[in-house]
């Protein structure tokens, strides 16, 4: 604020402070939920909001499986996280992989229809992922992928954002340097592996991070594709849990959503720094 | 034998109705040694001329020959040729050292003699501080070096400059300058150096190629450059201030443009008639402008004097004398240089 005084530099305190309490408090809900006991939480109205004590039972359930209190069995999370990892892991690689390389192709070599291509790419962008997934479950269906990882992630990894990002990346590396690397004898790959690909580092990172949390929250394509158990990740896992007609858990509901928050959380934090780095850099 | 032979060079963009054809047959033969520059004002072609030695532009027509092979259809890093650039073009990620070593790498020569190249080379540069540090931690002047190191190491047949001090201050050009005639001396490859900038290229050249809308105007040395112009624009291009060119001068026969050099006309009683339009102190030098008073009153001249002459009055009307024997005739159809019959 360029004026200081004082009744709105308070007021713009309380603004902020009603705004991380709208944000935060749903999350100081859960994380107190689930250190409570199930009966606890469905026998007072309202639930109290101090943690309580029973949050080893209510995480180890929640994690390795176990009997509810009305003797149903509660599948553990600590396969489905598994699960949601190892997707989250191979579509940003496979996209990364992908993208760069497509990118790479659009602009710095001249082929015929380089340019129809290009648009083609573009285009698929409006297609959101709901239109497409009839046909993609039939074709993952006949290929026998119905139910495995590679069903999971490989219909997912063909991406024209990161091409896109990618592309407009490369665009700004000055022409001159590709020149000098012609004329230090650089091949189009060796250019694309000493060159570009350092360069793209912060981009690639910004992506990275942005594509694992996209991963992670997979919900729609997995709950049409896996049939198993032991292939849900863990976004299904926390709908499972709560049933319609039985009785829900809903410590342990609230246990698992924390779990599954966690690895993105911590991704981002870690990341962070290249993240922001990757969306604004403009360094040559 | 590091000899360049530019044989009716043509370059042509486009095809068909959108053909645009920038250079109009280039013929010059450079020897082993020699430091050429190519000037001209911007969009005349010397860049393009510069790529298409170093293999970055395709040779549409004509050949090109380094130290006798032909090398049109080779590609840059076979050609045994290394350039500078104007932005440097250092990769960004790579330190010094590394940007110095990176096409000794892919050339697979050994490291031992990897780090003796770039020791000696920035030996020379003055660069041996800077091995570690990035480019962004360099000044400009710091990371053109760097660049002609990199040029250095790689041990060519042949040195491509293209504007290379265009991006740096005036102190530092001139510096750069010398730096790079001193290199020249020592290392004795040569050199194809691009530049709009005249003084740059008097100073540098042995001799130079004087290029206009894609055409090779002059190709001389300095010296017959500025004493013996081939056409009016070589005349008016080399030297500043520029040469005067008159349509009207007394005792000319129809048809002729005389040129000659401000510093050639002398302010003696019962000259050319000039009325004075304006004066501009240069310290150790006056330029006066005026108009001449003959044929119409609408050409412009422009006089050097020393500071020991009097200075003359605005609008006042003085008299000049051209030393008779700094006379250029040009061809006002052609432009061309008239070589008068004696």
Redesign the interface.
Known sequence: MIERRPGLTFLSHVILLAGVAVIAFPLYLTVVASTQSAEQITQSIPMSMLPGTHALETYKTALFGGESAAGSRIAGAAPMMWVSLVTALIIPLGKITMSMLSAFAIVYFRFPFRNLVFWMIFVTLMLPVEVRIGPTYEVVASLGMLNTYAGLSIPLIASATATFLFRQFFLTV?D??V????????GPM?FFK??LL??S?TSTAALFVIQFIYGWNQYLWPLLMTTSEDMYPVVMGIKRLIGGDSYTEWNVVMATAILAMLPPAVVVMLMQKWFVKGLVDT?? | MASITLNNVIKIYGSGKTANQVIHGVNAEISDGEFIVVVGPPGCGKSTLLRMV???EEITGGEISIGGRVVNDL???ERD???V???Y?????MNVFDNMA??LK??KVPMDEIKARVAKAAKILEIGDYMQRKP?ELSGGQRQRVAMG?AIVRQPQVFLFDEPLSNLDAKLRAHTRLEIQKLHRELGITSLFVTHDQVEAMTLAQRMIVMNAGVMEQFATPDEVYSAPASTFVATFIGSPPMNLLKNAPEARPGTILGIRPEHLEITPGGWGLSVDAIETLGAERLVYGRWLHGGGDELVIIRTDEGQAVPELGSTIHVTPRADRLHWFDAATQKRIVRPQ
Request: hydrophobic fraction near 45%.
């Open positions: 000055p001159e340097l020149e000098a690397a012609r004329i230090d004898g650089a060796r000493d060159v350092p360069l580092a360094e040559k | 170093a293999g970055l590609e840059p890093s040729i290394a350039m650039f104007q932005n073009a250092l990769y960004p990620h990176y096409g892919i050339a962004r990199r």
